[in-house]
């Protein structure tokens, strides 16, 4: 049987669409769940596109009866792991230490520059312009109780490039995010199913060759 994977999003659910679908051809894991906090997120539309089963979790006031909440939702489902693709919400702690190593998240940088609170999304982009720096990327981590502070699993650069703004960044971060994502997915169903620890993936093993990578950057 194939692993379960529960997909929290915010957003337009651009990664939600890639993981769902790279999953339909997999043997190893299904998206079995939407998680959203959000009862108006664009996403949602896609997972009824896609047939995934959806729910929307409003915040219940506390941390413990938010962490009660979602481990509900995902325990009864039977959840192997997580993916955090545009999550805002910071998971609570009962739900971190539930799926360690189970859970992965995606940030639109370099980690660990330009993580933390509140370093979301275009809040990234125009940050890593304003810091005037040559090289941002994107890191797949393991989720721990801080933001953007849990091990690293794959990492990717992309160069900025002159005249560059956080738009143009963002969709050539989105193109690299898109590669990545699905492929450190399959790395840590790998390791649930082999009942190993996923280690880090190096370049060459995210289908996205540098020379590509480079090309598609001009």
Excluded: C
């Amino acid at each position: 049987m194939r692993l379960r994977a529960a997909v929290f999003a915010s957003g337009r659910g651009s990664n939600f669409r890639v993981l769902a679908t790279h999953a339909r051809n997999s043997d190893l894991w299904k998206a079995a769940l939407l998680l959203t906090g959000r009862p108006d997120a664009p996403v949602l539309d896609l997972a009824r596109e896609l047939g995934v089963e959806a729910v929307v979790l409003s915040r219940r006031g506390n941390q413990e009866e938010d962490a009660a909440a979602i481990l509900g939702e995902l325990e009864s489902r039977g959840i192997d792991f997580v993916l955090l693709a545009g999550y805002l919400r910071l998971i609570p702690a009962a739900v971190v230490e539930r799926y360690r190593g189970r859970m992965l998240n995606l940030h639109p940088a370099l980690l660990p520059s330009f993580g933390g609170k509140g370093m979301y999304g275009m809040h990234v982009h125009e940050a890593v312009l304003a810091a005037g720096v040559r090289l941002t990327g994107v890191t797949v981590h393991f989720a721990n109780e801080e933001y953007d502070q849990g091990p690293i699993l794959a990492q990717w650069p992309v160069p900025v490039i002159p005249g560059d703004t956080p738009e143009s960044i963002a969709r050539r971060i989105h193109a690299v995010e898109h590669r990545l994502f699905p492929a450190a997915a399959d790395r840590l169903a790998l390791a649930i199913r082999d009942g190993t620890v996923a280690s880090p993936i190096p370049g060459h093993d995210a289908g996205f060759p540098l020379e590509e990578h480079l090309r598609l950057q001009r």
